[in-house]
């Protein structure tokens, strides 16, 4: 199965690949609610935000080339991927409930940072 290229060439396979990812993500999903710790509130910050996530999230896959700026590859890499992507979401979140002109684009009234 391969989502990103969009070719999945075992139907069987495919279907209960995506129902066991279904069942796993439920259940995680189902753990961070019940646990309330803060990954949970984490998520939801982010979550109220998700618009702005979109948005910063589609320029930044057009401008920021980050095989350049992380050369090594491996778990490294997409560990570092992905952290230097929460980072980047969790800044523009930031900015946009501090600067006025961003609160006016996305409509946040009253918001506060809460990490």
């Known amino acids: 199965?391969?989502?990103v290229e969009n070719g999945f060439p075992n139907l069987y396979e495919n279907i209960f690949g995506a129902l066991g990812a279904s069942y796993v993500i439920i259940q995680l999903s189902k753990s961070i609610e019940r646990n309330k710790g803060w990954l949970s509130k984490l998520l939801s910050?982010?979550?109220?935000?998700?618009?702005?996530v979109l948005c910063f999230h589609l320029i930044e896959m057009k401008l920021i080339p980050w095989e350049?700026?992380?050369?090594?590859?491996g778990t490294c890499y997409y560990l570092c991927l992905f952290i230097s992507k929460v980072l980047w979401a969790l800044f523009w979140i930031w900015m946009s409930t501090k600067v006025k002109f961003l609160r006016a684009i996305f409509s946040i009234r009253g918001a506060k940072s809460e990490i």
Do not use: A, H, K, T
Request: charged letters at 10%; aromatic letters at 18%; a positive charge.
């Open 45 to 52: 910050y982010i979550g109220r935000f998700s618009l702005v």
């Open 68 to 73: 350049s700026l992380l050369p090594f590859r």
């Open 1 to 3: 199965m391969c989502i």
